[in-house]
């Protein structure tokens, strides 16, 4: 759910060389914007290629801990969106109308939905958004990347939520009689294959599947109709990957639930497959793990591969900039942990201190001091349990260092 969705989908279209966010394998972002930072857009590096992304995702975490998002980040998220409905991962001159150069996409598209209906009041927006997602459906039901492209799961997922979020019902879009949920279950791997039950990103050249740990993240909560905000669900009707020919959305969750479970169970977390990241713990996919596993009800390999970030992942965060605390607050929610509590670092003070202050929004959570493990937020942060979103890689999950590549 970080800037990898995006990166994939961006080097998918031939534009990925410069992308600074690559935050899968820890890199990070670039220290020096090629654009200046608007006041209103968390994070310093440069927005090219997650602005809106990076703003989504933090509006969402910070709707999730109860806050009310400050109105010059909303603005800055709103100005955004063209006439047609439609996001970039970032535009500069917001002012000026978008014309055919302006690279509009789905991801960022999708986000935007998930992070405007959760702090309310822009249901116009929303809904010209979600009108264009729909325009550019492909006929397998799904969604590539850019309009036209070939789907993907993690778009198609990231699109899911969006629906969800906005109240239409994923199974109810369809496009030359399928659905998002036909394209997610096209791209679900048979029990008996390697890598059976997760999800692939796309198929090869040769029509193949492979396993893809971003893109199984990602369906599991997007068959489970659900975006980036998930609580923990019930446990799966099986723990190990059960045959289905076209199998059900909730068939492809438990399936795709069961592989991210087993793929974490030595280790506690995943490895990167970012070229040069050899050895490398793939710290944002493992956060959006923790979600997808939480979401399928499988709570302890949930909660050792939450420990595991727990211990492991500050430093990341610390270099990877909003979007990767706003993840890592979303695994929090998930697992029903305390985020100004991780590891001895506030996540809540940290993501607040990127961006224009936030404040308690007290008229929808009351009034309460500010306690320990709200990391002695000035604004009253504590964690609360089953709010706001009815939120989706990935990314896990657009711009999340998302990649594309088979693990």
């Not at 820890?26 to 209103?40: R, T, Y």
Request: a positive charge; proline letters at 6%; one cysteine or more.
């Amino acid at each position: 759910m970080n800037v990898r969705r995006s990166a994939a989908a961006l080097a998918a279209v031939g534009v990925l060389a410069a992308a600074a966010p690559a935050t899968a394998a820890g890199q990070s972002p670039s220290p020096s914007p090629k654009v200046a930072v608007p006041s209103g857009l968390y994070g310093k590096s440069d927005p090219t290629y997650d602005g809106v992304w990076r703003q989504s995702l933090t509006l969402v975490a910070q709707r999730t801990l109860g806050y009310r998002p400050a109105a010059k980040a909303v603005d800055w998220l709103t100005g955004q969106q063209c006439a047609n409905g439609a996001f970039a991962a970032f535009r500069a001159a917001p002012a000026k109308a978008c014309d055919a150069k302006v690279m509009v996409d789905t991801n960022s598209t999708a986000a935007a939905v998930q992070a405007l209906k959760a702090v309310g009041g822009h249901d116009a927006a929303v809904g010209k958004a979600v009108a264009w997602l729909k325009s550019v459906q492909n006929k397998d039901g799904g969604w590539g990347y850019s309009p036209g492209g070939a789907s993907d799961t993690n778009s198609t997922s990231v699109v899911i939520g969006a629906l969800a979020a906005a109240g239409t019902a994923p199974a109810r879009v369809e496009k030359a009689g399928r659905s998002p949920y036909d394209l997610l279950a096209a791209m679900s791997l048979p029990c008996d294959q390697a890598g059976g039950g997760a999800l692939a990103y796309q198929p090869d050249k040769k029509g193949e599947l492979a396993a893809n740990a971003d893109a199984t993240a990602a369906g599991v909560l997007a068959a489970l109709g659900k975006g980036f905000v998930a609580d923990a669900g019930k446990a799966p009707a099986n723990d190990a990957c059960a045959k289905a020919g076209h199998p059900a959305p909730a068939r492809i969750a438990d399936n795709a639930g069961a592989y991210l479970a087993a793929a974490v169970a030595s280790t506690g977390h995943l490895q990167s497959t970012l070229p040069g990241a050899k050895d490398q713990p793939d710290y944002g996919n493992t956060a959006d793990t923790v979600v997808a596993l939480a979401a399928d009800g499988r709570t302890e390999p949930a909660k050792k591969t939450y420990a595991w970030l727990e211990k492991n992942a500050g430093p990341w965060a610390a270099q990877s900039g909003p979007a990767a605390y706003a993840q890592l607050i979303l695994a929090a929610h998930a697992v029903g942990a305390q985020p100004g509590d991780f590891g001895g670092t506030s996540l809540v003070r940290s993501l607040d201190a990127l961006g224009p202050a936030p404040a308690m929004d007290n008229a929808t959570h009351g009034t309460k001091k500010p306690g320990k493990s709200d990391g002695g937020s000035s604004f009253g942060v504590w964690w609360f349990v089953g709010v706001c979103l009815v939120a989706g890689i990935g990314i896990g999950f657009l711009l999340s260092g998302r990649k594309k590549r088979q693990p």
